[in-house]
């Protein structure tokens, strides 16, 4: 079992920086690919960034691509993202997630791949 935590989200201005991040416990972290997902409202979850246990490969959605950046502090159990250059388009709740891999390098795109998420954390952007 992993408890996934996330914290950091809030109100923001367009154009502005949030850096969410997203504490793990239970299980070793370092066999778990992480995930970031969003739902805005009356949509549905959308992925968003996806990173390997190792940390060196990472993946992003076109929409982010150039704008957050998924990373991750295996000695803290932590993933975060860090979102700059944020846009009305951006505000949903986001999630981390974890998905267990036996490869380093690997990373899921899909939510059904990951089994643990996290309660979720408000970004909301303003024009």
């Known amino acids: 079992q992993v408890q996934l935590v996330e914290s950091g989200g809030g109100l923001v201005q367009a154009g502005g920086s949030l850096r969410l991040s997203c504490a793990a416990s239970g299980r070793t972290f370092n066999n778990y690919a992480m995930g970031w997902f969003r739902q805005a409202p009356g949509k549905e979850r959308e992925f968003v960034a996806a990173i390997s246990w190792s940390g060196y490969s990472t993946y992003y959605t076109n929409s982010v691509k150039g704008r957050f950046t998924i990373s991750r502090d295996n000695a803290k159990n932590t993933v975060y993202l860090q979102m700059n250059n944020l846009k009305p388009g951006d505000t949903a709740v986001y999630y981390c997630?974890?998905?267990?891999?036996?490869?380093?390098?690997?990373?899921?795109?899909?939510?059904?791949?990951?089994?643990?998420w996290g309660q979720g954390t408000q970004v909301t952007v303003s024009s």
């Open positions: 997630a974890a998905g267990l891999t036996y490869y380093s390098d690997a990373y899921y795109l899909d939510s059904a791949d990951y089994a643990y």
